[in-house]
């Protein structure tokens, strides 16, 4: 059954700690994205990625880094450098411009 | 600065009712649009979406969405709520100038009281 997945759920970290985030999908996208959804402010771009070993930043990207070796795969990384890393961070893919298939989301708290 | 702009942030109506969701954008040019809803617990899924033709689109559960190019707008309705409505909306729109990027709104919370 084709999708995205995000792994974990829930991940807690101490400040001053990296921490990545797994989003793999199986849709055969081309193209993959990560958003931070904070309430109130919707979903805001912070890095995307349209074909494997490129990627470029979205609108929120200073304190993550992310990479596309494969295809299926782009993990997120919150860096220490990330001032206020506690949200709910979404995966997507697309091909083109059409419509985008979300993950279930992992939900970050750092203390 | 460009942007997606949802007017209400929470609604609340009682089943039955009828539902109109305002989403306005700033950019020229060829866009595409799009509706997502998330209910509690659930996954960011397409509600509906505009790419071109007739700008009455349908989507699922009843839901429908009006693009008006002169208004830069793309509202979304329902004639008569029902409970399981309740959810946050997002509208998002892809303007060809920024390739395959979506911008969000900053979603509607809807209440649904039975």
């Known amino acids: 059954d084709g999708g995205i997945t995000q792994s974990p759920k829930y991940l807690f970290r101490k400040e001053g700690q990296n921490v990545t985030l797994s989003c793999e999908q199986n849709l055969n996208h081309d193209a993959m994205y990560w958003y931070r959804q904070d309430p109130g402010q919707g979903l805001r771009l912070i890095y995307y990625s349209q074909i494997v070993n490129d990627f470029q930043k979205g609108d929120i990207a200073e304190g993550y880094s992310v990479s596309r070796e494969k295809k299926e795969s782009f993990p997120l990384t919150v860096t220490s450098a990330q001032k206020n890393p506690t949200a709910f961070y979404l995966c997507?893919?697309?091909?083109?411009?059409?419509?985008?298939?979300f993950g279930p989301g992992t939900r970050l708290t750092v203390t | 600065a460009q942007s997606v702009s949802q007017h209400n942030h929470h609604v609340i109506l009682s089943e039955a009712a009828s539902l109109e969701l305002g989403c306005n954008y700033s950019?020229?040019?060829?866009?595409?649009l799009f509706w997502y809803v998330q209910y509690p617990g659930q996954h960011l899924q397409l509600l509906l979406k505009y790419f071109s033709g007739d700008p009455l689109v349908k989507g699922i559960k009843g839901f429908e969405a009006e693009f008006i190019k002169s208004k830069f707008s793309f509202n979304l309705r329902k004639p008569s709520v029902q409970w399981s409505d309740t959810a946050e909306y997002f509208c998002a729109v892809n303007a060809e100038e920024y390739g395959n990027k979506l911008v969000f709104g900053a979603g509607t919370i809807l209440r649904v009281k039975s």
């Open positions: 950019y020229g040019g060829t866009v595409n």
């Open positions: 997507a893919s697309s091909n083109g411009r059409s419509e985008q298939y």
